[in-house]
């Protein structure tokens, strides 16, 4: 078993403070859901585990199994077995999907697996999430649709076997068999010895992936636990409840779209 | 001079404007530094130049309806200048890949020019990975209705090599259609300049000028600047630029990274993907190989 522990973790972005001191634990073989408004920190948190540049840590503190995660380059939190399923993923052009997963399979291991098995275990991966072949050998992510972006981080997980996946959003974009396919994949690696940690606003995925624990992460901070009722709640109240307990919800300012009208005049939406 | 391999059945070696070896067909031939090429079936041709120290002048003539297919190996030393002049027939098919595989302290000089006449396709890679600086001037005329080119530079300056790129496609046709894409990497104290220069006189309607210039630079003593020029004089036509100088995206870095791959492999398969695809202009494995084996040079980065 490993555990994955963070700590009064404050986390600040472009000199602005988004997490005001986290905490939470993670076993492996348990699976976690963390809900919260738009904008409250949840995408904060998985990038600080696995180590934004962007996002400076100002206070606390991330261990896997005792070890610091904060000291820890981010592929090196890889290879320590950390996986982000990232909620926009990136596109690469010019490096072919099979290529990244080949060399990201072989950072992680002491002699290179040969060309035979890796290939096996792609197109074994490639055939359990329902793939077009074809995405192998297409350059990564480049034009992928948004459910194709998120079966190919699933598609990475599944090569890369890590002991924590996080995985942001994942439900997002997929259609409703996609998500059943996901599920299915998702389920039968908790078999084994991994931890999840789940960023979804939608009670579909989690009553697909029924989470042990239930965190709500509203204005940088955890502000419920619970379990599955948690989850109940909010898909039938949404966050307002939360204000009672003295909490305020972090809102966007959204800036003021402004578009051109067919005349030329001034529209604002 | 660095050593060449043949790679198409096909093949003519010039060394200091002397053939040195050749392999031809019917459909090949070369007369007073000029290569024809004729139409009927497909033709796969190998051109080795080799220029030491002098100038040379190659001429190529490819008749209406040809069909090629050409890697052209360029090894230039000492101050050589080569000049490189291509008729391209009505309804001709080209695919020609320019391997730059030069070695010299000096700086070299190419200037590449061309006509493609109407209905013409054709699609130039270069391959400017060499170790050396160099002042390069393509351009190439559209001069017939409908008339295609597609041009796509991958290019590496690095130590203290200058290299400096002007790069033109001018439709003097109506409905004609020039694209370039032109990628650098600049590495430890290299310069690089690339202009990219689509012009279309008036009349030319119908017609449309695209292009993308970018440079990654690697280190803080890098120089480099690209800069898209359009000249356009008529008002039904397409046209738009890109061009960038930058450090590589953090957030491609961060993504690989995150599965693991260290921050020297991640940068070299970012920039492998930046430059790789050019050698997809002409279909040819051992081309693919040698390109691939010279990329290394690209990594091994100490940023
Ligand atoms: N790279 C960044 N640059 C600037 N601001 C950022 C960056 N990342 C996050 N923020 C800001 O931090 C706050 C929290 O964002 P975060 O992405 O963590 O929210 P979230 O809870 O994941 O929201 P959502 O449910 O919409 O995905 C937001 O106000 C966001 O604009
Ligand atoms: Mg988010």
Redesign the pocket.
């Known amino acids: 078993m490993s555990v994955l522990k963070v700590e009064n973790l404050h986390v600040a972005?472009?000199g602005?403070e988004?997490l005001k001191g986290v905490d939470l634990t993670l076993s492996t073989q348990e699976t976690h859901a963390l809900m919260?408004?738009?904008?409250?920190?949840?995408?904060?948190?998985l990038?600080a585990i696995m180590g934004h540049p962007?996002?400076e840590v100002t206070e606390g503190s991330i261990t896997l199994d005792g070890e610091d995660v904060l000291a820890m380059s981010v592929d090196e939190r890889s290879r320590k077995g950390l996986f982000l399923g990232m909620?926009n993923p990136q596109e690469i052009p010019g490096v072919t999907n099979s290529d990244f997963l080949r060399a990201a399979m072989n950072a992680r291991r002491e002699q290179p697996l040969n060309l035979f098995r890796f290939i096996k275990a792609l197109e074994g991966a490639i055939d359990d999430l329902g793939m077009d072949e074809n995405l192998a050998h297409r350059y990564l992510n480049e034009g992928f649709s948004g459910g194709e972006k998120k079966r190919n981080e699933i598609l990475q997980m599944k090569l890369l076997q890590p002991k924590f996946a996080l995985l942001?959003?994942i439900d997002s974009g997929l259609d409703v068999d996609a998500l059943g396919v996901v599920s299915n994949v998702i389920n039968d690696m908790r078999q084994g010895d991994m931890g999840l940690l789940l960023?979804s606003?939608y009670e579909r995925l989690y009553k697909l992936v029924p989470p042990t624990h239930v965190h709500v992460?509203v204005d940088g901070r955890i502000v419920a636990e619970g379990g599955m009722e948690l989850i109940n709640k909010i898909n039938a109240e949404g966050y307002e409840w939360v204000k009672e307990l003295g909490v305020d919800i972090?809102e966007?300012e959204e800036k003021q779209g402004i578009m051109l009208g067919v005349c030329g005049n001034k529209v604002t939406q | 001079m660095a050593d060449y391999v043949i790679s198409y059945p096909h093949y003519l070696v010039l060394e200091n404007g002397h053939i040195k070896d050749a392999c031809f067909n019917e459909l090949i031939s070369y007369k007073d530094q000029t290569l024809t090429i004729k139409h009927q079936e497909p033709v796969q041709l190998h051109v080795v130049i080799l220029v030491d120290d002098a100038e040379f002048s190659l001429n190529y003539n490819i008749e209406a309806l040809a069909q090629v297919d050409v890697i052209e190996t360029r090894i230039l030393g000492g101050k050589a200048i080569l000049k490189r002049h291509m008729t391209i027939g009505d309804g001709a098919i080209v695919n020609i890949f320019h391997e730059n595989l030069s070695v010299s302290k000096e700086t070299l000089v190419f200037d590449d020019q061309g006509t493609i006449a109407r209905d013409a396709q054709v699609q130039f890679g270069y391959a400017e990975l060499s170790d050396h600086s160099e002042e390069a001037n393509f351009h190439y005329d559209l001069i017939g209705e409908n008339a295609d080119v597609r041009l796509r530079m991958a290019a590496l300056a690095k130590e203290s090599e200058k290299k400096n790129y002007t790069i033109e496609i001018k439709h003097l046709a109506p409905n004609t259609t020039g694209i370039m894409d032109n990628y650098g990497v600049v590495k430890n104290r290299g310069s690089m300049t690339i202009d990219g220069i689509g012009t279309i006189t008036k009349g030319q309607h119908g017609s449309a000028s695209h292009q993308t210039n970018k440079i990654i630079i690697f280190d803080p003593e890098c120089y480099a600047s690209a800069n898209p020029y359009l000249f356009i004089d008529d008002f039904d036509v397409k046209a738009s630029h890109a061009a960038g100088v930058g450090k590589m995206d953090e957030e491609h870095l961060y993504y690989l990274e995150s599965r693991g791959l260290s921050k020297t492999q991640s940068m070299q398969l970012i920039t492998y993907g930046y430059l790789k695809p050019v050698v997809e202009v002409v279909e040819n494995k051992m081309l693919r190989e040698r390109f691939e084996t010279i990329l290394a040079k690209v990594g091994g980065t100490n940023v």
Request: no cysteine.
């Open positions: 972005v472009g602005e988004i919260g408004p738009n904008g409250n920190g949840k995408s904060t948190l990038a962007r996002y909620q942001d959003e960023v606003h992460l972090r966007k």
